[in-house]
């Protein structure tokens, strides 16, 4: 599957964005998909995800409140709300897709990432 993520850009403490990442090759319905995002210097870490039913989703404890994550399988998509953005939000935003039915926790697919930068 192809993921292409986008929404990313410059926004005061605050502020809200909302990322968006768009699916195509495979059959957008049957995978878990997530977010995850690496900060200068940091390792890339986990955000949120949905599964592939849509029925369950998932947060990083610290995000849990300010983020939303939803998923539209009619038209390939998966979103990322976030809202009160702080500065320490700034980072590379990556969606990544796995395939749901299987027992597999790894992340297969990867989109090229969308940069949101938090300014004080």
């Known amino acids: 599957v192809q993921l292409q993520a986008s929404g990313g850009g410059l926004v005061q403490a605050g502020g809200s964005l909302r990322l968006a990442c768009a699916a195509s090759g495979r059959t957008f319905s049957l995978y878990d998909m997530g977010w995850f995002r690496q900060a200068p210097g940091k390792e890339r870490e986990f955000v949120a995800s949905v599964d592939w039913k849509g029925t369950s989703t998932y947060y990083a404890d610290s995000l849990k409140g300010r983020f939303t994550i939803s998923r539209d399988n009619a038209k390939n998509t998966v979103s990322l709300q976030m809202n009160s953005l702080k500065p320490e939000d700034t980072a590379v935003y990556y969606c990544?897709?796995?395939?749901?039915?299987?027992?597999?926790?790894?992340?297969?697919?990867w989109g090229q990432g969308t940069l949101v930068t938090v300014s004080s």
């Open positions: 990544a897709a796995r395939f749901g039915p299987s027992s597999t926790r790894v992340y297969d697919y």
